[in-house]
């Protein structure tokens, strides 16, 4: 879907190195890693990449818990009424930012920050499965012994409608009901409060009498379901994010809110405007949060961190208005900037990658809030690009409580570290339960349809001259590469390898 004309990816790959300290789970060598460096990237080839290797939350079909309306109200009350009540959520940590929801696109090998200008690492425990890096410590968010939950959680379509860019027998999956205590059953409709059940037979009830009492009334069976079904309240329906964050608010609301989408590129009068105010936000942030020092946190670690990317934007005829490519989704409140959401937009989903905020308004849970805004957003930019359908979240990790409320994200599915096939969510808690890491897809004979089939064919880039592997090992001096060379292109699977440069010095 590349736009015409537009330049290959360029990537760079390192093999493992030792390990190094979590902060997760604290261990001091609890991380290993493999990585790419892209110089340049294919909004495509991107897709195809963390389709290969992350989680994805179904936004059309997303189901808010009762957690997250929580949040969605209070952000109304404090808006309409100023009101700034600290509840907390029962269900998830309201001190969860979109950070640990998500997992940042492109990461950097530092020990301080990971930049958005790199790509994935990709696990040393398992080469066949994408990792990335805990976006504010430059850690992996894997730990010792671990070895990677799921693989990549994801959440997917409905179970008989195909996925754009996932195996055909992806498809078919099961929606098994959960055990006991494991979430909310999909194959059921949701529930819904006592007194709404009895407002709508008490509404049956009397239409039933009044259709009783109507002279001549010759009505049929059918059309007295019909009048039923239309005359039920309307209010028995569950609420929507739409709900919550599109309402009409009164004059005199206290407040304002308003979600400005900026392009990351200083050529864009917005972007470049509030470049100051959003880079002092960032440094005020990392300091209160993840004690930064200030040196840690400037202008220049920002850039290189959230503003240097490189994914080219492309526009498409059935693309979104405002094309693919890094953008900022700014949270301006009352005039200033109080949140910014650093996203991606691909073909088939909007990536989160990270989240800062003034910690002055904590206790509006902006990590979640922001989350559900993003949802909303990728609801959006479906109407106008219909394969636009999924939100990425970043990885889920069972034996993480920072990570395991992340499943609370309906529905979802997480995808299978060996063969890349979706599986509901509630299928694979029972295994993560047992063992920190399996192959979720339980067909034996499944195995993984992209997989590198002829290696000869990966793509290299050389002395500036494009060429497959099978020639430049031909021209190769020195010993051999094709160890490493094996093992990126069985990350990245046969397609990406014949589309994207690897450079070989």
């Avoid at 239409?207 to 059918?222: D, W």
């Avoid at 590129?265 to 405007?273: C, R």
Wanted: proline fraction near 6%; include cysteine.
């Amino acid at each position: 879907m590349a736009a015409a004309g537009s330049s290959p990816s360029i990537v760079e790959y390192f093999g493992g190195e030792d390990g190094y300290r979590c902060g997760y789970c604290k261990n001091e060598s609890g991380n290993l890693s493999h990585g790419m460096w892209a110089h340049s990237m294919t909004v495509q080839d991107y897709q195809d990449l963390i389709d290969r290797g992350w989680r994805r939350c179904q936004a059309l079909r997303f189901q808010s818990s009762k957690s997250h309306k929580k949040v969605l109200k209070k952000m109304l009350k404090f808006i309409s009424k100023g009101d700034v009540s600290k509840v907390a959520s029962e269900e998830e940590p309201m001190d969860s930012h979109i950070e640990d929801v998500v997992t940042c696109d492109f990461a950097y090998k530092s020990e301080s920050h990971v930049s958005q200008s790199e790509l994935t690492p990709l696990s040393v425990d398992h080469p066949e499965r994408v990792e990335n890096e805990d976006k504010d410590t430059g850690e992996t968010k894997e730990v010792n012994e671990q070895k990677v939950e799921s693989g990549s959680p994801q959440i997917c379509a409905d179970k008989d409608t195909p996925v754009p860019g996932e195996p055909s027998h992806s498809a078919k999956t099961v929606h098994a009901p959960p055990k006991p205590g494991k979430g909310a059953d999909l194959s059921k409709p949701p529930c819904r409060k006592a007194k709404d059940i009895r407002k709508e037979r008490k509404l049956q009830k009397l239409l039933q009498n009044q259709m009783c009492t109507l002279e001549g009334s010759q009505l049929q069976g059918g059309d007295q379901v019909f009048l039923l079904q239309n005359s039920k309240s309307k209010t028995n329906q569950p609420k929507t994010i739409e709900d919550f964050v599109f309402v009409s608010l009164p004059d005199d609301a206290r407040h304002k809110l308003e979600v400005r989408l900026v392009p990351v590129s200083f050529e864009d009068p917005q972007f470049k405007s509030s470049f100051n105010q959003s880079a002092t936000l960032f440094a005020k942030y990392q300091m209160a949060i993840h004690k930064d020092t200030p040196s840690d946190c400037g202008e220049n670690e920002f850039t290189r961190f959230l503003c240097d990317s490189p994914l080219e934007a492309e526009n498409a005829p059935n693309g979104p208005e405002c094309g693919y490519g890094s953008f900022h989704q700014q949270y301006w409140l009352d005039g200033k900037i109080i949140a910014v959401g650093v996203i991606d937009i691909l073909p088939y989903c909007v990536s989160s990658v990270y989240l800062y905020y003034d910690p002055d308004y904590s206790f509006l849970s902006l990590g979640v809030y922001s989350a559900l805004r993003e949802i909303a957003f990728t609801r959006q930019l479906h109407e106008k690009a219909p394969d636009l359908c999924f939100y990425y979240m970043g990885f889920y990790i069972h034996s993480c409580p920072k990570m395991r409320y992340k499943g609370q994200y309906r529905p979802s599915d997480l995808l299978c570290p060996e063969t890349y096939v979706w599986t509901p969510i509630e299928q694979c808690l029972p295994l993560l339960e047992d063992a920190k890491y399996c192959r979720l897809n339980q067909d034996v004979k499944a195995v993984d349809e992209g997989r590198i089939k002829e290696l000869g064919r990966v793509r290299v880039l050389h002395k500036r001259t494009v060429m497959p592997y099978s020639v430049y090992k031909k021209r190769r001096k020195g010993p051999s590469d094709e160890a490493s060379v094996q093992q990126y292109a069985s990350l990245v699977g046969q397609t990406c390898s014949e589309r994207m440069l690897l450079f070989r010095s």
